[in-house]
């Protein structure tokens, strides 16, 4: 455990109206493209003292998935997080940019406009992003180092932007009548392979709160960047010894980079389908994977197991000693770990959630469970935290915010109140 707390985040995409979620009467989901939505989330977030509302986002839309669910389709993350900035007040407002399709310049502006908006509460998460390169005038997608080494430079105009026009300038004395010290306000002249921008921002920096920053990426130039310079990693961990060695990578890379570990905070998805018993948040699950038909289970468990099934009898068994792959970890492991102890039939298998789990980490069951698998990661110094993915129906979400987080501030691994009202307070509290 590198602190003595967790940080926790909320997802803002409406994650439990995903698979046939969004069929329930009362899912919200003609709401989906509306303020109210991420209103309510937030609200009910900041109750809980969270330390902030994330959004994930891309720029393409996959048309096919939109026959059954909303797949990508969503708002503008950084329009959505300036509605919120009047109806919450210490809550962390953490949007998503593309350094791969963005201007670092309409970034800086945009950011900084949310900070001073949410008087110091903005938060920005960097992806290099995997597609969507043909909206954006490019044939090919760059390739991830070259999208690293964008990002890179793109990150250093946004912040040398910020500066440019820093807080201390910034007089507006009436008496004087001298509204900025000009002396302070310097172009930055950056001229670099990707990049040639003048300066100054045309926006002052915001005083007394810095602007903390995010990123999600799991490659060796992934984490070697966030690790250079991210307050915060999202990730994507499915089990604990991917995340320890996650978190292991992050601080040699940090060290390295001569930065404390603990000034990178880990922290991965959580998937959570909770229910006030473990048969009702089952039951929602696999509720909510209905859809996933015969044959796509058979394909997906034939990518875990590495067997081939097309002639397996139903009642037949699956046991350890059939498995073509060994110790594979991640996504299958829970798997893979159930065919190693129990050795379930095929048809057996093709019900168990194992197979339909998350890419993320991933709990099924009631608060409790929830609470004991997060203590478990945390005391073994695998996260940090966690971004909360709520799964199934808006239950989730609030079973999450009411009575997960609750058990964690009464167990002591977090905070009962806020003691700051900025981003940058909560992390450091
Ligand atoms: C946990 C996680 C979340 C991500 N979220 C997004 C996202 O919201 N939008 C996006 O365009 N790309 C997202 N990405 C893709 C990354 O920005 C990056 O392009 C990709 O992971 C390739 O980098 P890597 O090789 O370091 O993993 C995400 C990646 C990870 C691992």
């Known amino acids: 455990m590198l602190r003595p707390k967790l940080c926790i985040g909320m997802s803002l995409a409406p994650t439990w109206l995903s698979g046939e979620g969004w069929r329930a009467a009362d899912s919200g989901i003609d709401g989906l493209f509306t303020a109210e939505l991420g209103l309510d989330i937030a609200r009910r977030s900041e109750a809980a003292h969270l330390d902030f509302v994330f959004r994930p986002d891309t720029s393409f839309l996959m048309v096919e998935p939109l026959e059954q669910s909303f797949g990508f389709a969503s708002l503008d993350p950084t329009l959505q997080m300036a509605a919120l900035v009047h109806e919450t007040s210490k809550i962390g407002l953490v949007t998503t940019v593309s350094t791969t399709f963005s201007h670092p310049y309409t970034i800086a502006r945009q950011i900084m406009?949310?900070?001073?908006?949410?008087?110091?509460?903005?938060?920005?998460?960097?992806?290099?992003?995997?597609?969507?390169?043909?909206?954006?005038?490019?044939?090919?997608?760059?390739?991830?180092?070259?999208?690293?080494?964008?990002?890179?430079?793109?990150?250093?105009?946004?912040?040398?932007?910020?500066?440019?026009?820093?807080?201390?300038?910034?007089?507006?004395?009436?008496?004087?009548?001298?509204?900025?010290?000009?002396?302070?306000?310097?172009?930055?002249?950056?001229?670099?392979?990707?990049?040639?921008?003048?300066?100054?921002?045309?926006?002052?920096?915001?005083?007394?709160?810095?602007?903390?920053?995010?990123?999600?990426?799991?490659?060796?130039?992934?984490?070697?960047?966030?690790?250079?310079?991210?307050?915060?990693?999202?990730?994507?961990?499915?089990?604990?010894?991917?995340?320890?060695?996650?978190?292991?990578?992050?601080?040699?890379?940090?060290?390295?980079?001569?930065?404390?570990?603990?000034?990178?905070?880990?922290?991965?998805?959580?998937?959570?389908?909770?229910?006030?018993?473990?048969?009702?948040?089952?039951?929602?699950?696999?509720?909510?994977?209905?859809?996933?038909?015969?044959?796509?289970?058979?394909?997906?468990?034939?990518?875990?197991?590495?067997?081939?099934?097309?002639?397996?009898?139903?009642?037949?068994?699956?046991?350890?000693?059939?498995?073509?792959?060994?110790?594979?970890?991640?996504?299958?492991?829970?798997?893979?770990?159930?065919?190693?102890?129990?050795?379930?039939?095929?048809?057996?298998?093709?019900?168990?959630?194992?197979?339909?789990?998350?890419i993320h980490w991933q709990v099924i069951g009631t608060p409790d469970d929830a609470l004991h698998e997060i203590t478990r990661w945390f005391e073994s110094g695998a996260i940090d935290g966690f971004v909360a993915v709520p799964g199934g129906s808006a239950r989730s979400m609030h079973l999450t915010l009411e009575e997960l987080v609750p058990r964690l501030a009464r167990a002591g691994l977090y905070r009962k109140a806020y003691l700051g009202s900025t981003l940058a307070a909560h992390l450091d509290d």
């Open 113 to 358: 406009s949310l900070h001073w908006m949410s008087r110091g509460r903005a938060g920005w998460n960097m992806v290099t992003a995997l597609q969507g390169n043909r909206n954006f005038g490019l044939t090919q997608m760059p390739s991830s180092e070259d999208r690293y080494v964008r990002a890179w430079e793109f990150t250093e105009v946004v912040e040398k932007l910020w500066r440019s026009f820093p807080a201390e300038a910034l007089l507006a004395d009436r008496d004087t009548g001298r509204y900025a010290d000009t002396d302070l306000v310097l172009p930055i002249d950056h001229q670099g392979p990707a990049f040639e921008v003048e300066g100054p921002l045309n926006i002052p920096e915001f005083p007394g709160a810095r602007i903390p920053s995010m990123q999600a990426g799991g490659s060796a130039v992934g984490i070697d960047y966030a690790a250079r310079s991210a307050d915060m990693v999202f990730g994507l961990t499915p089990d604990m010894e991917s995340a320890l060695s996650m978190r292991a990578q992050l601080s040699e890379r940090a060290r390295a980079h001569g930065r404390a570990p603990r000034d990178v905070r880990f922290l991965p998805g959580l998937n959570l389908y909770l229910g006030d018993t473990r048969a009702q948040a089952y039951d929602v699950f696999m509720a909510t994977h209905a859809r996933v038909d015969r044959a796509q289970r058979i394909e997906r468990l034939q990518r875990a197991t590495g067997l081939d099934l097309a002639n397996w009898p139903g009642d037949g068994r699956i046991t350890g000693a059939d498995l073509a792959v060994a110790g594979r970890g991640g996504q299958y492991a829970k798997l893979l770990q159930l065919i190693e102890t129990e050795g379930p039939t095929l048809n057996d298998l093709l019900t168990r959630p194992e197979l339909l789990a998350a």
